[in-house]
């Protein structure tokens, strides 16, 4: 499965608040449309591209073995890994109350939980901050996890049965999430009494949105949010492309495909030739950078008064050095972990 991150440990005794309550695990998930991020009790780690997609015939489809992971839930075959059909980078708020969010979901928290032990567990996700205070998309978001889960794993000769059910939901602003990782310290286990005081700024840069948090006394005082993220750059390089060397067809790429080749070089494969795209990428990643500057500047926030300026997500990453160079703000640093920040929180949260 493509840019998979996984570890295991054996799980370690419940948590004595949860067990007070009930609950006998706790998983922090981000249910997003480029990617599937979980972190688990015992340090239990899943990260991978949202290539869930519904198999009508398996029989057929796996004839040959692949490398693709199968899971069955509710009577319905689903594969895991094939990086041509990733999510599509929608944005909006009907998929919180969807089967598909459902599904994805069920499949990412299955990666961590150990077979034959069923648990019951609190759960803790977030949606983007522009959705944090629709009370529809919580209700909905909560209405979707909630329940009991058997599903059965397939990898090769490799069958599970994992079973568990959701008793309790927690939904919250995804800034919250880092957050939460930005102030615990590993070498306490408690969250940071200093920078908890410390007032600071989140800028979540996502696959389709940027979440933005302000951060005083350990809660979020305010959020903002705006649709453009890591798939601008990607849809900013195609139209490019497209009209600048349509021989190339860059369309037959869908845009999960383009980010994956891109990721590994300038020089990408499309069923046309092998072309290179290190022009478009260099004044793609330029443009974006700069209206990402441009919207967090334009929001009148009190700069000054900020101890930190946080970025995190994926985005933070393929923006790194020119968000440094265009803030020139000592302030400013790159979340450690920055992809999985949010899902450490999450999981933090939890435990809250």
Do not use: C
Not at 109 to 125: C, D, F, S, W
Not at 303 to 327: A, E, H, P, V
């Amino acid at each position: 499965m493509f840019n998979k991150k996984k570890e295991k440990t054996d799980s370690p005794q419940v948590d004595p608040a949860l067990a007070q309550a009930g609950i006998d695990g706790l998983v922090g998930i981000d249910v997003a449309n480029s990617t599937i991020k979980v972190w688990a009790d015992g340090d239990q780690k899943a990260y991978y591209r949202n290539t869930v997609r519904e198999i009508k015939d398996a029989g057929l489809v796996y004839s040959f073995k692949t490398d693709y992971h199968m899971y069955v839930l509710d009577n319905q075959v689903y594969e895991v890994g094939d990086i041509s059909v990733a999510g599509s980078g929608a944005r909006g708020n009907s998929r919180y109350g969807s089967k598909s969010f459902r599904v994805e979901a069920a499949i990412g928290i299955a990666h961590v939980m150990k077979p034959g032990v069923k648990k019951r567990l609190r759960v803790v996700t977030g949606v983007p901050s522009a959705l944090a205070k629709n009370a529809k998309v919580l209700e909905d978001v909560k209405k979707s996890l909630l329940g009991e889960y058997k599903i059965k794993s397939v990898l090769w000769e490799k069958v599970e049965d994992i079973e568990f059910e959701i008793v309790d939901v927690i939904v919250v602003p995804q800034p919250l999430g880092t957050m939460y990782a930005y102030l615990y310290d590993p070498s306490t286990g408690k969250l940071n009494d200093k920078l908890i005081t410390q007032k600071a700024l989140v800028v979540d840069i996502g696959w389709g949105t940027t979440d933005i948090a302000i951060l005083e006394a350990g809660r979020v005082r305010s959020t903002f949010g705006f649709e453009l993220g890591t798939s601008d750059y990607i849809s900013s390089i195609q139209e490019a492309v497209n009209a600048e060397m349509p021989e190339a067809n860059i369309q037959a790429l869908n845009p999960h495909e383009l980010d994956v080749k891109l990721l590994e070089g300038p020089n990408v494969e499309t069923p046309f030739g092998v072309f290179d795209l290190s022009k478009f990428a260099a004044n793609a990643k330029q443009e974006q950078a700069e209206k990402i500057y441009n919207e967090v500047m334009g929001l009148g926030l009190e700069f000054s008064k900020f101890y930190k300026i946080i970025f995190t997500g994926g985005g933070s990453l393929l923006y790194s050095d020119l968000l440094i160079s265009q803030f020139n703000d000592p302030r400013l640093i790159i979340q450690d972990d920055a992809v999985m920040a949010n899902v450490h929180g999450f999981y933090l949260l939890g435990k809250q």
